[in-house]
């Protein structure tokens, strides 16, 4: 069983930053990928950023040079630093994780999500 749980999420100006923190726990052999999608509501959940175990990037076009992703390989972390924020990022932001577990099958992993709220 592999757990992942968001934090960091809120309410905040336009302009402002928030910083979300994910970590994944249980059953996990090895990660591959750590990223952060959002939802909208009426919209459907899109990429923001994501992160090798390697480091490599991939950001949204609407996020880049705003937000930045970051990893902790050692503590199954992944973060996103969001400033700048407008009142368009408005969204629950899930974490995913692409893993390895225990028994060595790949599967995709969720967290709960987190909310972010940009008021104008």
């Known amino acids: 069983q592999v757990q992942v749980e968001e934090s960091g999420g809120g309410l905040v100006q336009a302009g402002g930053s928030l910083r979300l923190s994910c970590v994944a726990s249980?059953?996990?052999?090895?990660?591959?990928?750590m990223g952060w999608y959002r939802q909208a509501p009426g919209k459907q959940r899109e990429l923001v950023a994501a992160i090798t175990s390697d480091g490599s990037t991939n950001l949204a076009d609407s996020v880049r040079g705003r937000f930045t992703i970051s990893r902790d390989n050692a503590k199954n972390t992944v973060y996103l630093q969001m400033n700048g924020l407008k009142p368009e990022d408005t969204a629950v932001y899930y974490c995913?994780?692409?893993?390895?577990?225990?028994?060595?099958?790949?599967?995709?992993?969720w967290g709960q999500g987190t909310q972010v709220t940009v008021s104008s």
């Open positions: 249980g059953s996990i052999f090895t990660i591959f990928v």
């Open positions: 995913n994780v692409v893993a390895l577990n225990s028994i060595k099958r790949r599967s995709d992993y």
